[in-house]
T-cell receptor, first 110, second 116 residues
């Protein structure tokens, strides 16, 4: 089955710096790659997604890149703010189901 | 848009009780709903996938008689934890998606289940 690896598991940055989270996947049939932000005690919130027919997508301070040949995709957050602190999960689809990475705990310090 | 409401947010009950959790898509029709379980500081573990009007598909190792899933309409799915025991204590989260393998899954805010 699909195996999604996510790194790093924890990331601490200073406010204003950039944060990058990287994921790899194993199933070459995967064609949908969402990123979720989860705050304590809440459900995951979709922040950006990318489909296999594009290599990059940007939404304000958040961008995602996809390299289908290498089977890896990355989340980039620029100008980080304390409210960006949360756990971030990448995922890759297998049919209708999503396979999640183990999460990255991001801490943005003022 | 794409709001998913999950109730209750927290349940504390005695061992042997059955607990029902509801998941509703408020502003879109959810062809498929998913139920996950999440342990502290861990990733989401898919329990089952349900399509409106048909039986749920359970992941390996998930007891279908223990975790009853009903998806009676395009906006409502329920998960019933039958005869719950302390080991069933966890954070249960649902998600809902429209038709298609590239449709985003939108998550509810989860249910914290504590069995005494």
């Amino acid at each position: 089955g699909e195996n999604v690896e996510q790194h790093p598991s924890t990331l601490s940055v200073q406010e204003g710096d950039s944060a990058v989270i990287k994921c790899t996947y194993s199933d070459s049939a995967s064609n949908y790659f969402p990123w979720y932000k989860q705050e304590l005690g809440k459900g995951p919130q979709l922040i950006i997604d990318i489909r296999s027919n594009v290599g990059e997508k940007k939404d304000q301070r958040i961008a995602v890149t996809l390299n289908k040949t290498a089977k890896h995709f990355s989340l980039h957050i620029t100008e980080t703010q304390p409210e960006d602190s949360a756990v971030y999960f990448c995922a890759a689809n297998t049919g209708y189901a999503l396979n999640f990475g183990k999460g990255t705990s991001l801490l943005v310090t003022p | 848009g794409a709001v998913v409401s999950q109730h209750p947010s927290r349940v504390i009950c005695k061992s042997g009780t059955s607990v029902k959790i509801e998941c509703r898509s408020l502003d879109f029709q959810a062809t498929t709903m998913f139920w996950y379980r999440q342990f502290p500081k861990k990733s989401l573990m898919l329990m089952a996938t349900s399509n409106e009007g048909s039986k749920a598909t359970y992941e390996q190792g998930v007891e279908k008689d223990k975790f009853l899933i009903n998806h009676a309409s395009l906006t409502l799915s329920t998960l019933t934890v039958t005869s719950a025991h302390p080991e069933d204590s966890s954070f249960y989260i649902c998600s809902a998606a429209g038709q298609g393998t590239e449709e985003p899954q939108h998550f509810g805010d989860g249910t914290r289940l504590s069995i005494l």
